[in-house]
């Protein structure tokens, strides 16, 4: 099952998956963090998680202490799982290496899973669309130009 952050309504719950080391895990992350609230915020603004259409709102404009709060809770969330996990045996893949490397990607975790390896099937349900306008983004690339988050594709 695919489970975000803001899904986890019962703690409790969520440890005991976590702890359970007969259920394997694989933990995809999307580095570029920036990115990630971007999609967010056009998503929320649309009210559509799962684009079928280019969205009719595609410019957002992001405060800068919302972003930098989000860059907190992502890497926080991300800790502590890793943290939980750190006796299990875990598939971690990032967003970007799936969509730059399918293939190898995809044989990891088919091999992870102890599956028969396929090709995947790009999902025809979703469109490729452009990524979220930044109104802001000379702003945000000015405050966020010495840290990380720098080379987000935001900021192209």
Same mark, same amino acid.
């Given at each position: 099952f695919k489970l975000f952050p803001e899904h986890i309504d019962d703690a409790d719950f969520?440890? *005991?998956?976590?702890? &359970? =080391?007969?259920?394997?895990?694989?933990?995809?992350?999307? #580095? &570029? /963090?920036?990115? /990630?609230?971007?999609? *967010?915020?056009?998503?929320?603004?649309n009210g559509n998680f799962m684009l079928k259409e280019t969205p009719n709102k595609n410019e957002i404009n992001i405060a800068p202490h919302e972003l930098q709060e989000h860059i907190d809770?992502? @890497?926080?969330?991300? *800790? @502590?799982?890793e943290r939980i996990l750190s006796q299990q045996h875990v598939l971690n893949v990032t967003y970007e290496e799936l969509i730059n490397n399918k293939y190898s990607e995809w044989a990891k975790i @088919? !091999?992870?899973? #102890?599956? =028969?390896?396929?090709? =995947?099937?790009?999902? !025809?349900e979703t469109i490729k669309i452009k990524k979220p306008i930044l109104q802001n983004k000379e702003q945000l690339k000015r405050i966020f130009n010495f840290t990380k988050y720098k080379k987000s594709k935001m900021f192209e």
């Open positions: 969520f440890s *005991q998956i976590l702890s &359970d =080391p007969s259920i394997k895990k694989i933990i995809l992350k999307r #580095e &570029d /963090v920036i990115s /990630v609230y971007s999609s *967010q915020r056009r998503s929320l603004l809770k992502y @890497t926080s969330y991300y *800790q @502590t799982i @088919t !091999n992870f899973l #102890e599956i =028969p390896y396929k090709y =995947p099937k790009s999902l !025809n």
